[in-house]
T-cell receptor
Framework: GDSVTQMEGPVTLSEEAFLTINCTYT??????LFWYVQYPGEGLQLLLK?????DKGSNKGFEATYRKETTSFHLEKGSVQVSDSAVYFC?????????????FGKGITLSVRP | GAGVSQSPSNKVTEKGKDVELRCDPI?????LYWYRQSLGQGLEFLIY????????KSGLPSDRFSAERTGGSVSTLTIQRTQQEDSAVYLC??????????????FGPGTRLTVL
């Protein structure tokens, strides 16, 4: 079945540091890939997505590139801010039939120090 | 406009009791999903509704779990004879469509269920 593997956390960085959060996936077919973010006290929000190989999703300074050859969708940001402190989830949707259910990784907590 | 809303935000119940969790999707969204977020299992899909089609119940963990969606809008997730392992945050999401470019899922704030 489908699965998503994220690097273990938590991650603590200083403001303006470079961020990479690794994500790899296993899926049949050609899934869409997502990063969701959950800020403290808030619900899950879509951060960015990519729907086909070599697509790059980007939002709020975050980027991730859909790499079919390595089945990866690593999240990067060049300079993190305190406001980026949140839990980040990598997810996929394999579009089996009409159900675009999401399969999530376990999530990783990012804390950014001033 | 209003986002996905869920009620109650918190629910504490005793083992063996039944509970009902409610989800109000975004108006006009045809697809509705329930997920469960627990410490041991992460975020798991439970059930999916699309319009008037039969729901996809493949993620429900046991026959104690059921859900319905009345009138294509509000959905209720029912857990009968709750067990301690049912303790989790139950998330609802809706999307305009289930496929294509309008399939982004918008999540509600969740219901935190604690079974004592």
């Amino acid at each position: 079945g489908d699965s998503v593997t994220q690097m273990e956390g938590p991650v603590t960085l200083s403001e303006e540091a470079f961020l990479t959060i690794n994500c790899t996936y296993t899926a049949t077919g050609y899934p869409s890939l997502f990063w969701y973010v959950q800020y403290p006290g808030e619900g899950l929000q879509l951060l960015l997505k990519a729907t086909k190989a070599d697509d790059k999703g980007s939002n709020k300074g975050f980027e991730a590139t859909y790499r079919k050859e390595t089945t990866s969708f690593h999240l990067e940001k060049g300079s993190v801010q305190v406001s980026d402190s949140a839990v980040y989830f990598c997810a996929l949707s394999d579009h089996t039939g009409a159900n675009s259910k999401l399969t999530f990784g376990k999530g990783i907590t990012l804390s950014v120090r001033p | 406009g209003a986002g996905v809303s869920q009620s109650p935000s918190n629910k504490v119940t005793e083992k063996g009791k039944d509970v009902e969790l409610r989800c109000d999707p975004i108006s006009g969204h045809t697809a509705l999903y329930w997920y469960r977020q627990s410490l041991g299992q992460g975020l798991e899909f439970l059930i999916y509704f699309q319009g008037n089609s039969a729901p996809d119940k493949s993620g429900l963990p046991s026959d104690r779990f059921s859900a319905e969606r009345t009138g294509g809008s509000v959905s209720t997730l029912t857990i009968q004879r709750t067990q301690q392992e049912d303790s989790a945050v139950y998330l609802c999401a809706s999307s305009f469509l289930s496929t294509g470019s309008n399939n982004e899922q918008f999540f509600g704030p969740g219901t935190r269920l604690t079974v004592l």
